[in-house]
């Protein structure tokens, strides 16, 4: 079993690279005709073979992935499940059985969007706009992800009293090289006291703060400023919250 996971970067390019697996190859081939007519700008890529798809999928990049439900080899939701062991790259589901089971085994599996095949050349046009929306939004994920990264300031996210995600100014800050370490365990427990503490600065739903906090290192006691921000991490109520090292500055 692979034990890394490829990450795959959608850059801001013309071109969309989309790799469609289906058993039926005229299947392909009259998709690839009508998506490359409407749109120029997409490149369809064809596989007949789940495995072969899979073996291509660890070797080279492509922006979107499209998948057959039914196919000999195994199912497109077995497929799902083993692409997503080493790579996030957009999936959709592209089948002509449709139903709310189906539906939901194969958002469960980690695929991205579900379309059933219709006849007619305007439904290629509805399954156009569902690539370009996933490659848009994979596009704006990867660029908020390099934004948050490359920020000087460290950047957590606090879901309880735990730190969930940190960047790696942070980590950089706390020096430490991973969340379980005994600083990161007592930063997310003072940040979420002082929340709890503080009064709103900005609304009244208890959705922005701004405090200072005080954390006891091994080389003496650090002064951070930390604003923090309510959303919502995997349906649980948490905090996105940005932090300032003021020692230096005081």
Do not use: W
């Amino acid at each position: 079993m692979l034990s890394i996971r490829r990450k795959t970067e959608v850059s801001l390019k013309k071109q969309i690279k989309v790799l469609y697996l289906d058993d039926q190859e005229y299947q392909l081939e009259f998709t690839k005709i009508f998506l490359e007519k409407f749109d120029d700008s997409i490149k369809i890529e064809g596989s007949t073979s789940p495995s072969t798809a899979l073996q291509r999928l660890m070797i080279e990049d492509f922006d979107i992935v499209i998948t057959d439900y039914i196919m000999d080899e195994m199912s497109g939701i077995e497929f799902s499940g083993r692409l997503r062991k080493f790579s996030d790259v957009p999936l959709i589901l592209y089948t002509g059985y449709g139903s709310e089971e189906i539906a939901e085994s194969a958002f469960a599996s980690g695929i991205d969007d579900y379309i059933k095949k219709e006849s007619g050349p305007g439904h290629f046009r509805v399954l156009l706009n569902r690539i370009r929306g996933l490659a848009e939004k994979r596009l704006v994920e990867q660029l908020y992800k390099k934004m948050v990264e490359s920020s000087r300031d460290g950047i957590f996210i606090l879901s309880g009293d735990a730190v969930v995600y940190a960047n790696s100014s942070l980590l950089d800050m706390m020096e430490c090289d991973e969340l379980g370490c005994s600083i990161i365990r007592a930063l997310g427990e003072a940040t979420s006291r002082r929340i709890s503490e503080s009064k709103d600065t900005l609304y009244g739903d208890g959705g922005y703060h701004l405090f200072n906090l005080d954390l006891n290192e091994s080389g003496g006691t650090r002064n951070y400023e930390v604003s923090a921000s309510k959303f919502s991490y995997f349906d649980k109520p948490s905090y996105v919250c940005y932090l300032r090292d003021r020692s230096k500055e005081l």
